[in-house]
């Protein structure tokens, strides 16, 4: 596939969910050929208003359209909220260097992910049950605020039927919930683990302690693989603004080692 980068395609917003009070998933539907890897990005583009980058929350597989789950928290966000069914959309990209998937097979992946770092880790998980024959072992811990704050709430009994172990865990439960009450962290120490391959994604406190946490358990740096979306603007290593050390996110990354990055300054900020 060829593409200006510059330039986005036009999409069709078909549906859309309210995940969460502040979050919603909006499916696309491209007016041309569009295809990603999982852990590429793209651009969300809205005419006369700006963009913003988010990765993809849909299968790769799924060629005929695509998600994109989105927290409102800014001015094009806002924006994107306000959209309703049959609305045009401009996206550009994909964006960056996905995960490695090849690399993970015959081995036990383990995925930490917090809040609505789920939307990038949910593409992941559907790329890995696709092929979940060529893996040893599936393993997702999810955390949130609340339960309220869960996304994919009708989702997660379908990845546990397709072979994924599933703990979860939110900061403040509630009398409806009866799973585990704490920081995602704790849900470490309830699985036993061959420590093989381990991927985290959410907000950056929460990446920074997990990442911690796995290096305590016995993880290699090499084998932690981090999705750092830091302060992405353009997209292709232009503007600056996703300068992580030597490295452009947006076209070194989303997608790194720890080993890559862990002796660089402030990657947590």
Known sequence: MSYNPYKPILSKVTSIIDETHNIKTFTLVHEEEFEF??????????????????????SPYVKEKMDITIMKAGRVTNMIHTLKEGDLVGIRGPFGKGYPIEDFYGREVLILGGGVGMAPLRSLLLTLIAQK????????????????????????????????????TVDNGDETWKEKTGVVTVLCDDVKVGKEIAIVCGPPI????????????????????????????????????????????????????????EHLEDIWD
């Not at 955390?143 to 994919?152: H, L, N, R, S, V």
């Not at 992580?244 to 890559?260: A, N, R, T």
């Open 37 to 58: 890897k999982t852990g590429q990005f793209v651009q969300f583009v809205i005419s006369e208003v700006g963009e913003a980058p988010f990765t993809p929350s849909s």
């Open 133 to 168: 024959d060529k893996f040893k072992r599936l393993l997702l811990l999810y955390g949130a605020k609340t339960p309220g704050d869960i996304i994919y709430k009708e989702q997660f009994a379908d990845w546990k039927r397709q072979g994924v172990e599933i703990y979860r």
């Open 206 to 261: 929460m990446m920074r302690f997990g990442t911690f946490k796995l290096l305590d358990m016995g993880y290699r740096p090499e084998n932690i693989y981090l999705s750092m979306e830091k302060n992405m603007s353009c997209g292709i290593g232009k503007c600056g603004h996703c300068a992580l050390g030597p490295y452009f996110v947006c076209k070194d990354g989303p997608v790194f080692k720890y080993s890559e990055i």
